[in-house]
């Protein structure tokens, strides 16, 4: 069943989800779903409880495999992001994240262009004090080369923890989705947006700093530019994200370790979903090293 009036608006990006316990199908508001169109996203408070979010995190602080497949990157001033990467949702508790209602059916009805699989799940991590700047790009300036037809595709980023400037949080221009597929470089292992056109996008539309709370998302169009910078906090910065893409994108050359993997529009679980899990194990999943894409 999908319901309305489960986001309520707190500024022109921000809205809250109203928790509710019963199995449902969250729907964005109207503003929601103009905002995204005009600003490239959409901040949602409290999307998941910190109950539910305690789980998350046990879940992978508990898992040898999950641990044994991070790799680092490392950035322009040899600091490291540390990053884990998938293509199957699963069935465990990341998979019941990915899947959820809240999480892609909420970006499948963002972006209105029907039934969308999981392109990649990954958690970013940045550990205190030597946690790495990621340069600002947009993601369509990677995938475009993966030959992804259209710009279609939509991250969902939650705050594993806390996230702000201080401990290398996301940054953001507000609409700059708007200025389509912008040139990308390479920047030691880092791929970046041509800077002279991002500085004046930068004057012209202005920076959002992205403050998140564990359990707070932000849903953005992969050709927002966005960037996020060092960690030299005391605390560590991890972030969930899953972009998912149409099923119209087809990718010609399948860059995926699994390249022979049957693409499946994602099978989504009810928003209570997370809630249900009892076993936090995470299952063996296809862990892969990406060739640079971040
Ligand atoms: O975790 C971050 O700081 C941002 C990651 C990012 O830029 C991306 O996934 O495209």
Redesign the pocket.
């Known amino acids: 069943m999908y319901l309305k009036d489960n986001f309520t608006k707190e500024s022109d990006f921000d809205f809250r989800f109203n928790h509710n316990d019963t199995e449902m199908w969250p729907e964005p508001t109207t503003e929601m779903l103009d905002s995204f169109d005009q600003n490239g996203f959409v901040i949602v408070r409290d999307l998941f409880s910190p109950i539910e979010m305690e789980k998350m995190v046990k879940s992978i602080e508990g898992s040898n495999e999950f641990e044994k497949a991070n790799f680092a990157e490392r950035d322009v001033h040899n600091r490291k992001?540390v990053q884990s990467n998938w293509n199957v949702p699963g069935e465990d508790i990341l998979g019941m994240v990915a899947r959820n209602a809240k999480v892609a059916g909420v970006a499948e009805q963002l972006m209105g262009h029907g039934d969308m699989y999981m392109y990649t799940g990954?958690v970013?991590m940045?550990k205190p004090k030597i946690g790495g700047e990621?340069v600002w790009?947009q993601?369509y300036g990677?995938y475009y080369n993966n030959h992804a037809l259209f710009p279609d595709f939509i991250?969902v980023?939650i705050g594993l923890t806390k996230?702000d400037h201080e401990n290398?949080?996301?940054q953001v221009i507000k609409g700059s989705h708007h200025c389509g597929r912008i040139d990308h470089g390479k920047l030691v292992g880092q791929t970046h947006a041509d800077l002279d056109r991002v500085n004046l996008i930068l004057k012209a539309q202005g920076l959002v700093e992205v403050n998140l709370r564990p359990g707070d998302a932000i849903f953005f169009h992969c050709n927002l530019l966005?960037?996020?910078g060092v960690n030299n906090s005391d605390h560590r910065?991890w972030?969930l994200?899953f972009?998912f893409n149409t099923m119209r994108n087809y990718h010609y050359r399948v860059d995926r370790k699994n390249g022979d993997m049957k693409i499946e529009a994602i099978d989504k679980v009810p928003a209570d979903a997370v809630k249900k899990v009892h076993n936090l194990k995470l299952q063996y999943r296809d862990y892969h090293v990406p060739d640079g894409?971040?």
């Open positions: 992001i990954k970013t940045k990621i790009h993601d990677y991250n980023l996230s290398g949080g996301l966005h960037r996020s910065r972030n994200i972009t894409s971040m």
